[in-house]
Every structure is written in C-alpha cells, then in structure tokens.
C-alpha cells in the first residue's frame, strides 16, 4: 500500500495524476488546479518528486516539486508529506508546501516565498 502512482484529489478540488514509481523510487506525473486556486491563469502543470521504498516504510514520505504553468508569472512549489494507511486501508496524504514566486530584485525577496 501507499504506493502514490495513480490520481489523488485534495480538500480544495486540486488534482494530481501520478505515474507509476520507478525503480529509483522517483515518480512524475501532472497537478491540476482546483477552484480554490482561483483565477484561469492557471493551467496543468508537470510534477517530479520521489517517495521512500513502500516495503521497507508501510507509511512512507514523500516530496514533489510543481513547476507552474502560468501565463504571467514564474512560480514553484514544492511539498514535502507522507503517506498514511488506516484499518480500512484507506490511504491518505498529509503535506506542506512551500511556494516561490519570481523576485524582482533582492529586496523583494522577503515576499516571494509562501
């Protein structure tokens, strides 16, 4: 179990679409923005992370990074979480975020990241 490739949906509407783990336990797939993201700039953007080995960690942690597809503005993030499995074997992710817009200058670098 908590092997992540397939699609997962978050609380706001969010959609994520996972391929299959490589051998290397890395995985790629595509977030697609639900309506709490807001706005139309929005578009499926791709997906890269890499998840502990499921059968030496029955609840493993995992990371991706999100490279936006926007058409006015450069962004990233990245989420750092981990796998759960309950009694009934339902699985279920838990993660952080962190996201970085494009600065101008280094002086604005202070509100770049969220």
Same mark, same amino acid.
Do not use: I
């Given at each position: 179990?908590?092997? +992540?490739? @397939? %699609?997962?949906?978050?609380?706001? @509407?969010?959609?994520?679409?996972?391929?299959?783990?490589?051998? =290397?336990?890395?995985?790629?797939?595509?977030?697609?923005? /639900?309506?709490?993201? /807001?706005? %139309?700039?929005? +578009?499926?953007?791709?997906?890269?992370? %890499?998840?502990? =080995?499921?059968?030496?960690?029955?609840?493993?942690?995992?990371?991706? #990074?999100?490279?936006?597809?926007?058409?006015?503005?450069?962004?990233?993030?990245?989420?750092?979480?981990?796998?759960?499995?309950?009694?009934? /074997?339902?699985? #279920?992710?838990?993660?952080?975020? +962190? +996201?970085?817009?494009?600065?101008?200058?280094?002086?604005?670098?202070?509100?770049?990241?969220?």
């Amino acid at each position: 179990q908590c092997l +992540l490739s @397939g %699609s997962w949906r978050s609380d706001t @509407g969010s959609r994520m679409v996972m391929f299959p783990l490589g051998k =290397d336990s890395r995985f790629s797939g595509s977030y697609l923005p /639900g309506p709490a993201a /807001g706005g %139309s700039e929005l +578009l499926t953007s791709p997906l890269e992370g %890499s998840q502990q =080995d499921a059968e030496l960690f029955p609840q493993p942690t995992f990371s991706f #990074t999100v490279n936006w597809q926007l058409r006015e503005t450069a962004q990233t993030t990245v989420f750092l979480g981990q796998c759960y499995v309950d009694t009934n /074997g339902e699985e #279920t992710l838990h993660a952080l975020w +962190l +996201l970085r817009e494009v600065a101008d200058s280094p002086t604005d670098d202070w509100k770049a990241t969220r």
